[in-house]
């Protein structure tokens, strides 16, 4: 599972010209799902994601979290973090989850959100997607199942 984090004052995400999902503060998160995910490790990455302190204090220091900023989330699928481009120009993607995989585990990431954030929207999976956004910093990180040890 591969996570792009973007903390964010605003972001929207469209599929044929109409908002599908819409936030103020909190966090932009983009979503790769690998062939080898499984439902054991999402609520790990929830909570993970959640209490990220990212946001800054009254202090202007990075030590708060999500919830102590009572932050939204939206959450887009993007198989293409899964692109492998070592060989040739034109990316490979192998190690990305099959669609019914993907679309399953997107879907049960989004529910375990949803218990405990107030504010979660998303994109459609599988759709050509428009994502707009303002970045806040700009602050963006990289989770990698791979290299965590949760």
């Known amino acids: 599972m591969k996570f792009v984090i973007q903390r964010v004052k605003r972001a929207a995400v469209s599929v044929d010209g109409g908002v599908v999902g819409e936030i103020g503060k909190g966090l932009l998160v983009f979503l790769g799902i690998s062939k080898t995910d499984t439902l054991d490790i999402l609520q790990r990455y929830v909570d993970k994601l959640i209490k990220l302190r990212i946001f800054s ?9 999500l919830l102590d ?29 099959s669609p019914d995989l993907a679309d399953a585990l997107y879907e049960e990431f989004k529910l375990l959100c949803k218990l405990q954030v107030p504010v979660v929207e998303s994109g459609i999976f599988g759709a050509d997607m428009m994502v707009s956004l303002e970045n806040d910093g700009p602050f963006t990180i990289v989770l990698d199942s791979d290299d965590l040890n949760l």
């Open 69 to 97: 900023v009572e932050g939204a989330l939206l959450i887009v699928s993007q198989f293409t973090l899964y692109a492998d481009c070592r060989k040739g120009n034109r990316p490979s993607f192998i190690h990305a989850g």
């Open 57 to 65: 204090d009254e202090n202007g220091k990075t030590n708060l979290s």
